[in-house]
């Protein structure tokens, strides 16, 4: 299996990588999901449904999604919570896979540490790329101040998982609802939307995506985009606009990127945003651009890696069996809820330090130095409850 597709969420792109590896002849496996497949780890050796590992040469990890899109179905509170812990896991066993492959020397197209939006906006900054003035902040005076000196902002979710969208009057009385999570404020860059695809420091392709109206400000909220009619025009690229984005590839460790530009009316370029797994298939099928090809080609180019083994339940473990919706080893629901009970009672209790004359005393009394103590605030009066 020189080739892996690791296809969590049965994804289009593997699903099209898949086909053209097999007209081609390529050797590959493709490995699904974690809620149907195990991805274990024995004494050092990976093992995926009870078979190792042992010959690679690369690997195209498209994604997997962190949000558990299961929260939103039935199921007592206890049932989600735990669904959605026993989803976290699952998330961690294909995430420490591809750490796993990655740290070994595999070509890993991408290493799942490369999405951080945080990370790459700050880092991108600090390397002097063009970008738009951004502020990261959970503090809505932070966020006024910036909206304020910026004269235009935009705001979009940290994590994902929704749109990017203007800071409007009706927003700003909304702003001190980002105490509960810190969100991305950026400059408004007015111009066209234009996705450059990139790999190993070189372009693939480089498109003007065409809005159905040019006030739209996030693409993907275009009917046109939803519907698959959205259009894309070919556009050159001076030559010091892809030095600047094959320099922030390096800086954030992408081997593979779809680029989001924009090109200002005065012909000026500004990075957006370095999509460490970008949706490419709409564009290279409408376009002819060669992106998956490409990607093949990196892909099989990559030095094989033996790896011997020692596992001696080969072949024993097929597809795992769905045990249903709100079966559970762990109940972290108990869990959490015990130790929400007991952080209650700790809620008036803090730990000071002793001031010098205090030490004194209590080496008097006790015997021994002692540096903080414990007191408990109820009703206006005050505990000591331990002495240490």
């Known amino acids: 299996m020189p080739i892996l597709v690791v296809n969590p969420m049965n994804d289009v792109h593997c699903r099209h990588m898949v086909t053209m590896l097999r007209e081609r002849g390529i050797e590959y496996k493709e490995l699904g999901s974690p809620k149907l497949n195990d991805y274990a ?59 796993a492959l990655h740290e070994e020397g595999a070509r890993v197209i991408n290493a799942p540490s490369n999405s951080s939006k945080y990370y790459q906006l700050n880092a991108l900054h600090r390397l002097g790329i063009p970008l738009p003035r951004t502020c990261i902040t959970s503090n809505p005076k932070i966020a006024r101040n910036f909206i304020s000196e910026v004269k235009g902002a935009v705001c979009k979710p940290l994590p994902g998982g929704s749109y990017c969208q203007k800071v409007t009057p009706e927003l700003l009385e909304q702003l001190d609802a980002i105490s509960n999570e810190p969100a991305i404020f950026q400059e408004e860059i007015p111009g066209d939307d234009i996705r450059v695809n990139m790999l190993a420091g070189q372009m693939i392709s480089a498109h003007k995506i065409i809005k159905s109206n040019p006030d739209i400000l996030d693409y993907r909220t275009d009917p046109e985009y939803h519907s698959g009619e959205v259009q894309y025009e070919s556009v050159d690229l001076p030559e010091g606009v892809v030095s600047f984005c094959a320099k922030a590839m390096e800086q954030l460790g992408l081997r593979f990127s779809g680029i989001d530009l924009r090109r200002t009316p005065d012909g000026e370029f500004v990075l957006i945003e370095c999509n460490s797994m970008p949706a490419f298939l709409d564009i290279e099928l409408k376009t002819g651009a060669p992106i998956t090809a490409r990607l093949i080609e990196d892909l099989q180019e ?50 000071v330090n002793l001031n010098e004359e205090q030490k004194v005393q209590m080496l008097k009394q006790t015997g021994s130095p002692k540096a903080q103590m414990e007191l408990e605030i109820h009703d206006g009066k005050v505990k000591v409850l331990r002495v240490w």
Request: charge should be positive; avoid cysteine.
């Open 41 to 99: 780890a024995v004494n050092g050796e990976l093992i995926y449904n009870g078979e190792p590992l042992r010959r690679l040469r690369s690997v195209y990890f498209r994604s997997i999604m962190t949000h558990n899109p299961n929260q939103l179905a039935g199921g007592t509170a206890a049932d989600r919570y735990n669904n959605q812990l026993q989803f976290s896991a699952q998330v961690e066993a294909v995430r420490g896979w591809m750490h």
């Open 302 to 351: 990559a030095p094989l890696i033996e790896r011997p083994s020692s596992y001696s339940a080969a072949g024993t473990y097929a597809r795992k069996r769905e045990p249903g919706n709100h079966a559970y080893l762990f109940d972290y629901y108990d869990v959490m809820s015990n130790w929400r009970k007991q952080a209650s009672k700790f809620k008036d209790r803090i730990i």
